[in-house]
């Protein structure tokens, strides 16, 4: 047996799986629409080789190190570099044994899913890596890696990708995306906008940012109004390099709706200095509110990420750095925290917000019903944690009776591993017919409905929802 199964992730009643058959074998093949992630444009702008197995598969994915590093591994011996510059290890081989010796921590994972999916499709390979087979697997995907139709574009192309999103700063020049563009190639590689370290205080070195941002856009980013129009300045400049998108990573939804007066006067509090804990939530979520109309001028789609209590780990943060795979999620309340903005344009059907969540018990208690009722508002993806053929089980379980399908936006991948970006796409493609499969075999739906809703949770959905077309 190879290392994927043709009937993975369906259902084991005969009946039921040979239904979710039918209806993948019309999906399996659909381009992918890839809206969210955060891949390198640098890739695709320069499209050189990608440099080793180690680089391509181990250290960038914060899915694999934080496994590994669960168990014992350094992120030193893993080659992640460190913020004084002290020594890691530069051998990818050994980088790579490592990680195959420990492969067996990744059963039962996701990420276990993705890698030989990937390992089979792209690579050939169909024995199972481990130590034995490390340097098999080594020298294998080496050799591939050095061939022009495994460069960034070639398997962007493969991947049938149609469109994907990356996620920049709004401090960031977008000069890969300019080269995209300029060189000519077809691919389509569009930004999003992320404010994070222009509006949330807490955010590491936030007043420059801020300061930045005001020269960038010529705009006195030291009085309120000066701050916001830098901010419109600056998302016309992301919508010309083809944004269709921000994304807001604050640690919680809540969401302000200040007065005029009262916003300048916080304004000026969180820029004189220190920021007391409460006045930072209170400029997080008045700044959301305010991006939330902004989006409903320029038509932007905002997209909400809260509920993760990011580096929670003071030692990997201060040998390494943010986002080393530290983040945990937390309980996070929808109803009252997204409740002032809603009030000012949850009516809007012209305003998308697409929320997600890492607290998934709020799905069926908060999220469902918010979406089922309020136009501006849809669910996003099972996200994060939960990107795994159970989540995204219990998702659709717990969302659908009361938000339908038509209130959440199909499946966006999220990601900075490139080659894992069709696997996530199968995986969900895979479980959505098999909950469809099952609507049918216990005739809530017609299998007729059932091929044009699984069409739309694969692609259609998430052109409109993230206004692609």
Same mark, same amino acid.
């Given at each position: 047996m190879g290392l994927i199964h043709e009937d993975r992730l369906f259902p084991a009643d005969p009946t039921t799986r040979a239904i979710a058959r039918r209806l993948y074998e019309t999906v399996k093949d659909l381009p992918i629409v890839s809206p969210h992630g955060h891949t390198d444009p640098r890739w695709f702008a320069e499209n050189e080789p990608f440099p080793d197995p180690a680089r391509l598969f181990v250290i960038p994915d914060h899915y694999v190190t934080r496994m590994l590093y669960s168990q014992g591994v350094r992120l030193e011996e893993l080659g992640i570099a460190t913020r004084d510059g002290s020594p890691t290890e530069a051998d990818p081989r050994r980088i790579w044994r490592r990680f195959a010796e420990n492969y067996h921590l990744f059963r039962g994972t996701p990420s276990r899913m993705w890698l030989d999916h990937s390992f089979s499709t792209l690579f050939g390979l169909e024995t199972r890596l481990g130590a034995e087979t490390a340097d098999l697997y080594y020298d294998t995907i080496a050799d591939h890696l050095a061939r022009d139709d495994y460069r960034?574009?070639?398997?962007?192309?493969?991947?049938? $990708?149609?469109? $994907?999103?990356?996620?920049?700063?709004?401090?960031?020049?977008?000069?890969?995306?300019?080269? $995209?563009?300029?060189?000519?190639?077809?691919?389509?590689?569009?930004?999003?906008?992320?404010?994070?370290?222009?509006?949330?205080?807490d955010f590491a070195g936030f007043h420059d940012n801020v300061r930045q941002l005001g020269a960038l856009t010529g705009c006195d980013t030291g009085t309120w109004s000066g701050y916001l129009e830098a901010h419109r300045r600056r998302r016309a400049f992301f919508k010309s390099f083809g944004a269709t998108s921000t994304d807001h990573g604050h640690p919680t939804a809540r969401t302000a709706d200040l007065s005029r007066a009262d916003a300048e006067a916080l304004h000026a509090?969180?820029?004189?200095?220190?920021?007391? !804990?409460?006045?930072?939530?209170?400029y997080r979520a008045q700044c959301l509110t305010e991006m939330a109309g902004m989006s409903l001028e320029d038509g932007l789609v905002m997209q909400i990420h809260p509920g993760s209590w990011r580096n929670h780990n003071p030692l990997l943060?201060?040998?390494?750095?943010?986002?080393?795979?530290?983040?945990?999620?937390?309980? =996070?309340?929808?109803?009252?925290?997204?409740?002032?903005?809603?009030?000012?344009?949850?009516?809007?059907?012209?305003?998308?917000?697409?929320?997600?969540?890492?607290?998934?018990? =709020?799905?069926?208690?908060?999220? !469902?019903?918010?979406?089922?009722?309020?136009?501006?508002?849809?669910?996003?993806?099972?996200?994060?944690?939960?990107?795994s053929p159970e989540g995204m089980k219990r998702y659709r379980e717990m969302v659908t009776e009361t938000a339908g399908f038509y209130n959440t936006v199909g499946f966006n991948d999220d990601t900075r591993a490139f080659t894992s970006i069709p696997a996530r796409h199968d995986v969900s493609r895979r479980v959505d017919c098999g909950y469809l499969a099952g609507l049918v075999a216990s005739h809530r739906l017609d299998e007729d409905e059932a091929f044009v809703v699984a069409r739309d949770l694969a692609y259609d959905l998430a052109r409109k929802a993230y206004k692609l077309d």
């Amino acid at each position: 047996m190879g290392l994927i199964h043709e009937d993975r992730l369906f259902p084991a009643d005969p009946t039921t799986r040979a239904i979710a058959r039918r209806l993948y074998e019309t999906v399996k093949d659909l381009p992918i629409v890839s809206p969210h992630g955060h891949t390198d444009p640098r890739w695709f702008a320069e499209n050189e080789p990608f440099p080793d197995p180690a680089r391509l598969f181990v250290i960038p994915d914060h899915y694999v190190t934080r496994m590994l590093y669960s168990q014992g591994v350094r992120l030193e011996e893993l080659g992640i570099a460190t913020r004084d510059g002290s020594p890691t290890e530069a051998d990818p081989r050994r980088i790579w044994r490592r990680f195959a010796e420990n492969y067996h921590l990744f059963r039962g994972t996701p990420s276990r899913m993705w890698l030989d999916h990937s390992f089979s499709t792209l690579f050939g390979l169909e024995t199972r890596l481990g130590a034995e087979t490390a340097d098999l697997y080594y020298d294998t995907i080496a050799d591939h890696l050095a061939r022009d139709d495994y460069r960034p574009r070639a398997l962007f192309e493969r991947f049938r $990708i149609e469109v $994907i999103a990356t996620t920049e700063s709004p401090l960031d020049p977008l000069t890969w995306h300019g080269q $995209i563009r300029a060189s000519g190639w077809s691919g389509r590689v569009i930004t999003a906008y992320r404010p994070d370290p222009v509006c949330d205080p807490d955010f590491a070195g936030f007043h420059d940012n801020v300061r930045q941002l005001g020269a960038l856009t010529g705009c006195d980013t030291g009085t309120w109004s000066g701050y916001l129009e830098a901010h419109r300045r600056r998302r016309a400049f992301f919508k010309s390099f083809g944004a269709t998108s921000t994304d807001h990573g604050h640690p919680t939804a809540r969401t302000a709706d200040l007065s005029r007066a009262d916003a300048e006067a916080l304004h000026a509090r969180v820029m004189a200095g220190a920021v007391s !804990a409460q006045d930072a939530e209170l400029y997080r979520a008045q700044c959301l509110t305010e991006m939330a109309g902004m989006s409903l001028e320029d038509g932007l789609v905002m997209q909400i990420h809260p509920g993760s209590w990011r580096n929670h780990n003071p030692l990997l943060f201060d040998r390494f750095g943010r986002d080393m795979g530290a983040d945990i999620p937390s309980r =996070t309340d929808y109803v009252g925290a997204l409740k002032p903005l809603l009030d000012r344009y949850g009516n809007e059907p012209a305003l998308t917000v697409i929320v997600f969540t890492l607290d998934e018990t =709020t799905y069926s208690r908060e999220l !469902a019903p918010l979406a089922g009722h309020y136009p501006a508002l849809r669910i996003g993806p099972a996200w994060w944690f939960f990107d795994s053929p159970e989540g995204m089980k219990r998702y659709r379980e717990m969302v659908t009776e009361t938000a339908g399908f038509y209130n959440t936006v199909g499946f966006n991948d999220d990601t900075r591993a490139f080659t894992s970006i069709p696997a996530r796409h199968d995986v969900s493609r895979r479980v959505d017919c098999g909950y469809l499969a099952g609507l049918v075999a216990s005739h809530r739906l017609d299998e007729d409905e059932a091929f044009v809703v699984a069409r739309d949770l694969a692609y259609d959905l998430a052109r409109k929802a993230y206004k692609l077309d």
